[in-house]
Structure formats: structure tokens, C-alpha cells
């Protein structure tokens, strides 16, 4: 797979980098002092391999190794329900690493994948983020509810979010971008969640949502962010 741009590279193990190909010196000595298998390539060549923002450096770097549920790490964990939208996908990533969930699970079939354009939106974030792979999202909500997990699955005609409580193990479900959660992963959450829209707006982007509920329930030292 290759995968682009400078936090990219940066943020990706060494191990996992088969090649990197860069316009950019500074890039080149980065890759040398971190003996990191680099050439040297014109910024049109870099054109030809993709056409995303690459920023002068092009990765080449195994596929993505998915976890299983047998992975799961920490008491806060993201559901993403049939998403489709790559983008989406990699800024949701970001804002799970950057507030401190360790697990994303997603399902095996009709769903976005790990992609260049995941990695590069999640800004190398990926590599703080263990990805689930199961065939069987609420098989995956029934494993985690023994093991003491409360599953909060967003939905238009749920409570307002401010209103729940979030304390103990939790997971969050985001929904499709255009469908919404799937009527069986909604029938088996504990509680739905809103957030408040007003002006007629009918929904928010999925990345936009998980990032308001994701900092709702996040909880550090016992403490509220």
C-alpha cells in the first residue's frame, strides 16, 4: 500500500515501511539517519504514483494488520457501523487517538477499510489505534457487554448526550453516514444518545459527531474533559 505525507512517515514504524520515495532532501536525510530504504525521485514522478497531497514523500508500506476482539484495549471503545466515507474514517481515528480510546472496531463486509486515504487523514494517527475487524458487529456488542461494557449507539431520537452518564466501561457506535445505525446494532444498545440540531440541519458528518460524543464520554482521572 502507499500511504503519503510528512506526519505520515514520521508516525509509521520503521519496520512497516518497505520503501520511501521523496523529492524533498530534508526527507532523504530523515530516512538515512533512520536507515529507512529511501530514493530520491522528481516531485512529477511522485505525481504519477498518487494523486493526494503527498507533500514530496510517497510510503510504500505493508498492508494494514487488523486486530481482533481478542485485542481490545482500553474501557472506552469506538463502533463504527457500516461507514463508507474514507475520510470520515481517518479523522475519527485521530480524534480517538488524540482522546486516549485505544480500540476501533468495524465490520468485516460493506464498510470502509484502512486505505492512503485514511492514513493520510488520520494524519499518522493510525499507528496509536488498534483497528477490530469482526464479521459480526453484534456478536462483537454481546462479547463486550460480558465483558462490562455499556454500549451508547448514536441515534437522532436518543436522549441528549449531556444528559447520560458515561462512568464505567463503555462503547460508543457511529452509524453509517446516510443510513444511521442498523435497526439490530441499535435494538441491542443500552441507551441512544442525541445531539441537539437546529435550523432543520437533519444530521451532522459522522466524523463531526463522533468527535462531540467521543469528548462526552471520555473520561481522564475520574474528571469530565
Known sequence: MLVYGINVLKETKNNDIKKVFT???EVKNYCDANSIKCIKVTYDYLNK???GNHQGVIIEVNDYNYYNL???EGDF???LDHLEDPHNFGAIIRTCAAAGVKSII?????SVKV???????????INKVKIIMVSN???AINKLKKSNYYIYGAAAEGEYYQTIDYSGKKV??????????SPLVKKNCDFLISIPLKNNVESLNASVAAGILIYAGFVDDGKRL
Do not use: C
Open 77 to 79: 471503545v469506538v463502533i
Open 70 to 72: 481478542n485485542d481490545i
Open 106 to 110: 468495524i465490520p468485516k463486509d460493506r
Open 23 to 25: 523529492s524533498r532532501n
Open 172 to 181: 460508543l457506535i457511529i452509524g453509517n453516514e446516510g443510513k444511521g445505525i
Open 137 to 139: 458487529l453484534v456478536d
Open 49 to 51: 504514483l498518487t494523486k
Open 115 to 125: 486505505t492512503d486515504t485514511v492514513v493520510k487523514t488520520s494524519a499518522g494517527t
